[in-house]
């Protein structure tokens, strides 16, 4: 559990990314977030493909703006989200850790 809070707190501090081309999509965000380079990767280590998907699904259908959301697929650090994307990202919490569970 105390993974599930380190990834989201640097997730909700160094959200990134590069501009807008859309939302990016379910399987981009989980090919993302399951990758040792991404800040989300604390998460998703030994939670299984399923549980993977399914947080995947879990920001795709957020509150997250695209650009946000773009930020987790890039991996991008320097883009600092909106207070909009602060409160999404607490809102999606629990959907997370109950995907982790």
Do not use: W
Not at 61 to 74: C, G, K, P, R, T
């Amino acid at each position: 559990m105390k993974n599930v809070a380190l990834a989201l707190a640097a997730v909700a501090l160094t959200l990134s990314a590069c501009g807008g081309g859309g939302r990016p999509s379910v399987a981009d965000i989980e090919k993302a977030i399951a990758s040792e380079d991404n800040v989300f990767n604390a998460f998703t280590t030994g939670a299984g493909d399923d549980a993977v998907a399914c947080m995947a699904e879990a920001l795709h259908d957020s509150d997250l703006s695209d650009d946000a959301l773009q930020a987790i697929v890039d991996g991008d650090e320097g883009y600092e989200g909106s207070s909009d994307d602060e409160k999404a990202i607490e809102g999606v919490t629990a959907d997370l850790v109950a995907c982790a569970t």
